[in-house]
């Protein structure tokens, strides 16, 4: 029947099936660069993307397209990472949402200052696809709670 929908699932890059009803992830980072790796990767994996650069952008568009998961980096112009999951978790349209923090913030002290601060999980940078996947999956599919590691 010409103009049906296709019953064949939505591929992956490596045959798995992907999602029919994507979930939607905004990523921030002011690195063209660092939002190009998580967009390629996260798209590949079946998930609708939109991006930013800075924190306050992350609050509009948030606002705007009621993402399922947020990806931020920790250094970021306009309003950093801690101070744009703190806004999030004082609005009530978006305290609800995971917030994943992807940075190269490694020191002693940082990962508890993110997850204080309100972030759901703290991915330090370089990151392997197999653990983002990983972290990404478990943020959306079985968490319970903005912040289930506190």
């Known amino acids: ?32 660069a660092g ?4 967009r390629s990767a996260l798209v590949h994996s079946g998930y609708r993307v939109i991006e930013a650069e800075n ?11 009621a993402p399922d998961l947020i990806i931020l980096d920790i ?10 999951v703190t806004e999030i978790r004082r609005d ?7 917030v994943m923090a992807l940075t190269a913030f490694a020191m002693q002290g940082d990962r508890e200052d993110a997850l204080k601060a309100g972030f759901s999980r ?7 696809l197999a653990s983002l996947r990983e972290e990404v999956h478990a943020l959306l599919y079985e968490r319970s709670g903005p912040n289930p590691d506190s």
Not at 77 to 84: E, F, I, Q
Request: proline share 11%; hydrophobic share 40%.
């Open 55 to 65: 924190g306050k952008q992350v609050l509009d568009l948030a606002r705007a397209h």
């Open 122 to 128: 703290y991915v330090t940078k370089p990151v392997r």
């Open 1 to 32: 029947m010409a103009g049906a929908p296709s019953r064949t699932p939505r591929r992956g890059r490596r045959g798995e099936a992907l999602p029919v009803n994507p979930k939607t992830i905004l990523i921030a980072d002011d690195s063209a």
């Open 75 to 84: 250094r970021m112009p306009v309003l950093d990472g801690l101070s744009t």
């Open 92 to 98: 009530p349209a978006l305290l609800h949402l995971p």
């Open 35 to 38: 939002r190009e790796f998580l």
